[in-house]
């Protein structure tokens, strides 16, 4: 089946530096990418869809300018968190569909834990 | 606000049992309802689905029941196993202007299996 590569799966980083988490479709193309953001104990909160090729679309409330998406190519998309800071810490998730598969099957990769210290 | 809504927050149920997880939804646009069961520390895994003309829908030990004049449909895991023991999040889609399916997650039912 489709299978999400996320990378790293977890990261402990000083505040006011950045981390560029990555996520990988490794067996299908996917020209769409979600990120996640899930809280301890929490639902998982969508910030944003990253597009191939095209500027990412962000949920409302969430900082473009913090949250820097990008999606190079048909396999992978980058979320870099900028400027980190310790409400920043959280469990980040993306997610990408298998157009060709025809079905709705969203596989989520395995999320990465970001701690600021 | 909270466009899925789930319940119970948490579960406990006898090795054997059934455990049954139920939701509910505002939009009546949604078109595609799908459970996902997520390990601490993992990504959530898609479990099961159900599309709102159907009733039920049964894969496995694993049963959707949807009832869509009352909007509201449940998960009910038949002789639920320790390895069951995990957090389940219903959740809701919706096709979005640039033709993908958006989905929103109902708060998770954290489901304990004792032996």
């Known amino acids: 089946g489709a299978v999400v590569s996320q990378h790293p799966s977890w990261v402990i980083c000083k505040s006011g530096t950045s981390v560029k988490i990555e996520c990988r479709s490794l067996?299908?193309?996917?020209?769409?990418m979600f990120w996640y953001r899930q809280f301890p104990k929490q639902s998982l909160m969508l910030m944003a869809t990253?597009?191939?090729?095209?500027?990412?679309?962000?949920e409302q409330g969430v900082e473009k300018d913090k949250f820097l998406i990008n999606h190079a190519s048909l396999t992978l998309s980058t979320l870099t968190v900028t400027s980190a800071h310790p409400e920043d810490s959280s469990f980040y998730i993306c997610?990408?569909?298998?157009?060709?598969?025809?079905?709705?099957?969203?596989?989520f990769g395995s999320g990465t834990r970001l701690t600021v210290v | 606000q909270q466009q899925v809504k789930q319940s119970p927050q948490s579960l406990i149920v006898q090795k054997g049992g059934i455990s049954i997880i139920n939701c509910a939804y505002e939009?009546?646009?949604?078109?595609?309802f799908p459970w996902y069961q997520q390990f601490p520390g993992k990504g959530p895994a898609l479990l099961i689905a159900?599309?709102?003309?159907?009733s039920e829908k049964k894969e496995g030990r694993f049963t959707i029941s949807f009832n869509k004049s009352a909007k509201q449909f449940s998960l009910h895991i038949m002789d639920s196993q320790p390895g069951d023991s995990a957090t389940y999040f219903c959740?809701?889609?919706?096709?979005?202007?640039?033709?993908?399916?958006?989905?929103?997650f109902g708060t998770g039912t954290k489901l304990q299996v004792i032996p």
């Open positions: 997610s990408a569909r298998d157009t060709a598969s025809g079905a709705f099957g969203y596989t």
């Open positions: 067996d299908f193309q996917a020209t769409t």
């Open positions: 990253s597009n191939e090729g095209s500027k990412a679309t962000y």
């Open positions: 939009n009546t646009a949604f078109d595609y």
């Open positions: 159900i599309r709102p003309d159907v």
């Open positions: 959740a809701a889609s919706i096709k979005g202007s640039g033709g993908y399916q958006k989905v929103t």
